[in-house]
Nanobody, 114 residues
Framework: QVQLVESGGGLVQPGGSLRLSCAAS????????MGWYRQAPGKERELVAT???????NYADSVKGRFTISRDNAKNTVYLQMNSLKPEDTAVYYC????????WGQGTQVTVCS
């Protein structure tokens, strides 16, 4: 079994920054994909960014150039550095680990408003 615990969400003004963290524990395979997804009120959950065990990354067009995903394999932790935040980035952000099956964290709220 795998557990994911996210942290780092909060309230920030437009143009501000936040850093999300997601720590995985349990039966973690050496090769996996970790990622961040988000869900705004009334909308479907969408991809934000993913990163493989080897460091390969993929970003949604809406966050390219503003968000950076990274990971520390020794700590089984993935990070999402979010800069130049916009009100439309407001959502619950979920961490996902994919290995054989998908595991999800409980989500952390990010609110961008003045």
């Amino acid at each position: 079994q795998v557990q994911l615990v996210e942290s780092g969400g909060g309230l920030v003004q437009p143009g501000g920054s936040l850093r999300l963290s997601c720590a995985a524990s349990g039966s973690i395979f050496r090769f996996n994909v970790m990622g961040w997804y988000r869900q705004a009120p009334g909308k479907e959950r969408e991809l934000v960014a993913t990163i493989t065990s080897h460091g390969g990354t993929n970003y949604a067009d809406s966050v390219k150039g503003r968000f950076t995903i990274s990971r520390d394999n020794a700590k089984n932790t993935v990070y999402l550095q979010m800069n130049s935040l916009k009100p439309e980035d407001t959502a619950v952000y979920y961490c996902k680990l994919s290995q054989v099956r998908d595991y999800w964290g409980q989500g952390t709220q990010v609110t961008v408003c003045s």
